[in-house]
C-alpha cells in the first residue's frame, strides 16, 4: 500500500510540477525551479488525507492554523519547530489556494493566510537545515505563490485538481476501472496492482 501511494504521489507530483511550470513560463516573475518542484510535491502530498487531515475525536478534520503555530510555539525541540512550521505554511498556502471562499464565509480572510505562511517559511529560512532558497523565495513571494497555486488547481475542462484528488481517492477505496481510466486519462499514471484499501 505504501508503494500505491508513492507512485501515484509521484505521478501527481509531476502533473502539478507541470502545471507549475507551464504557468510560470507566461509571467513576469521569475521562480526558482526548486519553490515549484517543492511546490508541486506538497500539493501532491495534500492529495493522501493523512497528510492534510488529523484524526480527532471520532472524526477527520483540518487542524486550524492557529493550533499548529501554538504547537510549533510551544516545542522545545528546535527541529519539531521547524516541522510543525513547514506543515503550518504548506496548510497555509494549499487552504486559501483552494478553498478561499469556504474560509472567507467564515470570516477568515486572505491576510490572515498570508502572515501564517509567509511568516512559517520566513522562520525557516533562516533556521531550516536544509532548502533555505525554497522557504526564503515562498515566504518572500507568498501572495504571487499563493495565486500560482489556485491557477495550477484551476478548473481544466472537465476536471481541476479538486476533482483529480476526489478522483483518487475514490479510486484507493474502489479500485473501480472506470475511474482509474478518467485518472489515467488526465495523464496521472496508476499502479497496476488493482484495488487498494
Given at each position: 500500500m505504501h508503494t500505491t501511494h508513492s507512485i501515484f504521489e509521484r505521478t501527481l507530483a509531476d502533473y502539478f510540477r507541470q502545471r507549475l511550470m507551464a504557468l510560470t513560463e507566461n509571467q513576469s516573475d521569475s521562480y526558482h525551479e526548486d519553490t515549484l518542484w517543492y511546490m508541486g510535491n506538497m500539493l501532491a502530498r495534500f492529495g493522501l488525507r493523512d497528510q492534510l487531515y488529523h484524526y480527532d475525536k471520532g472524526e477527520w478534520q483540518i487542524r486550524p492554523l492557529a493550533l499548529l503555530y501554538k504547537d510549533a510555539l510551544e516545542t522545545p525541540e528546535p527541529y519539531q519547530r521547524c516541522l510543525l512550521l513547514r506543515h503550518l505554511g504548506d496548510m497555509a498556502l494549499f487552504l486559501c489556494a483552494l478553498f478561499p471562499e469556504r474560509y472567507q464565509r467564515r470570516g477568515i480572510r486572505r491576510d490572515?493566510?498570508?502572515?501564517?505562511?509567509?511568516?512559517?517559511?520566513?522562520?525557516?529560512?533562516?533556521?531550516?537545515?536544509?532548502?533555505?532558497?525554497?522557504?526564503?523565495?515562498?515566504?518572500?513571494?507568498?501572495?504571487?505563490l499563493l495565486?500560482?497555486?489556485?491557477?495550477?488547481?484551476?478548473?481544466?475542462?472537465?476536471?481541476?485538481?479538486?476533482?483529480?484528488?476526489?478522483?483518487?481517492?475514490?479510486w484507493m477505496v474502489s479500485g473501480d476501472d472506470s475511474v482509474a481510466s478518467q485518472l489515467q486519462g488526465l495523464g496521472i499514471s496508476l499502479p497496476e496492482s488493482g484495488q487498494v484499501h
Open positions: 490572515y493566510f498570508l502572515g501564517m505562511g509567509g511568516g512559517a517559511y520566513g522562520y525557516l529560512s533562516e533556521n531550516a537545515q536544509q532548502n533555505r532558497h525554497i522557504f526564503a523565495e515562498l515566504a518572500n513571494k507568498f501572495a504571487a495565486n500560482l497555486v489556485a491557477q495550477a488547481c484551476a478548473k481544466q475542462m472537465p476536471f481541476d485538481a479538486k476533482d483529480v484528488l476526489r478522483l483518487y481517492r475514490s
